[in-house]
């Protein structure tokens, strides 16, 4: 069985040490960074199945850091931070995080959520195919390589970008609530879910249609929920 390794990147040393205790009792392998340019340079350098990644750090934040990532890889980030706020959870969404805790955190949870990333990461999303690929007017769904393209050329998404493209292009024309969406791509029940939704649906659009606000593929049904055009 393949060893998984995690990669944890905060400033704060103790965090760092206390993080990976708890992982290698669950049989992870722990690479560990201070900033966000040693953690792209620890990324670079080791295979990293899933990413631990502090907001606020020296050199390059976590935000910044996550976008850099994104940029070329898709792999589980979960974003850790002192703030509470919704805007920077909202942020960290918005770039393509998977989960986010606000500190200080359990650090059991923590591993119960690196648990559940993995599982969903490493085998490459929860949705049978009956067919390898969906194809809606210019977008082609590859469900063996989980990739999405667009007049033949590739959609970067991010994982949970691309299980709710998953669930809507498998159903096309069916139209699904945004408590519906959550729970079947977080796996987990839904509380004040809207905007965790509404941000992943915004970013999709951006990336797939040609006016966003005029949508072709991935339409609002008003007062219900979430629907791709047949």
Known sequence: MEKYNILVVDDDNEICDAIEIY????GYHVEKAGDGLEALEKLEANRIHLIILDVMMPKLDGIAAAYRIRESRNIPIIMLSAK?????????????ADDYMTKPFNPLELTARV???????????????????IE?????????????????ELVKLTP?????????????GRVFSI??????????????????????????REKIEVDPKEPQYLKVVWGIGYKMEK
Not at 84 to 96: A, M, P, V
Not at 115 to 133: H, N, P
Not at 161 to 172: A, C, G, P, Q, T
Request: glycine fraction near 4%; proline fraction near 0%; aromatic fraction near 8%.
């Open 179 to 204: 408590t519906e969406i959550y729970e079947r791509v977080w796996e987990e029940q839904s509380f004040h879910a809207e905007n965790t939704v509404a941000v992943h649906i915004r970013k999709i």
């Open 160 to 172: 949970k970008e691309y299980r709710i493209v998953e669930l809507l292009m498998k159903n096309s």
């Open 136 to 152: 809606l007017k210019d977008l082609m769904l590859d469900q063996r390589s989980k990739q999405l393209f667009l007049s033949e």
């Open 23 to 26: 992982l290698k009792n669950e």
């Open 84 to 96: 509470s706020e919704d805007t920077d959870k909202i942020l960290g969404l918005q770039i393509g």
């Open 115 to 133: 648990k559940s990333q993995l599982r969903r990461y490493v085998t490459l999303g929860k949705f049978e195919a009956d067919d390898e690929r």
